[in-house]
């Protein structure tokens, strides 16, 4: 699923015996930049990747955390940011999809990454 208005998402689950578990909710804002926009200023290489990829930013970032949430928005990976434009990512994530967010800045908007 690709959220395609501002709210608060997260996916339940409902098992056989009737019991429900939800993932943790996450927040999109789409107000300022769209995706479009976002994708124009954040590029990823590769994409996909096998768990190491780069970030280049159009602009030095100060003070923010790089965050990848999976497909059930549960935050999977954390990297606190204190002046760079070009980021070296390395993760032990398995194959999935798996979204790039920044928590301070372009709060609400992200990228999808591939892990292959």
Do not use: H
């Not at 300022?32 to 190491?52: A, E, F, R, Y």
């Not at 497909?71 to 070009?86: H, R, S, T």
Request: aromatic share 10%; proline share 2%; net charge neutral.
């Amino acid at each position: 699923y690709t959220a395609t208005q501002s709210g608060t998402y997260k996916l339940c689950v409902t098992d056989a015996n009737g019991c429900v578990n939800c993932s943790d909710s996450l927040v999109f804002n789409f107000t300022g930049i769209n995706n479009n926009q976002l994708s124009d200023v954040i590029k990823v290489v590769p994409n996909p990747n096998d768990g190491s990829f780069q970030i280049k930013l159009n602009n030095i970032m100060e003070n923010d955390f790089l965050q990848l949430y999976n497909a059930l928005g549960q935050l999977v990976y954390e990297e606190k940011i204190m002046n760079a434009n070009m980021l070296n990512v390395k993760t032990e994530l398995g194959q999935g999809i798996y979204y790039l967010r920044f928590k301070n800045t372009y709060s609400g908007q992200a990228l999808k990454v591939v892990v292959q």
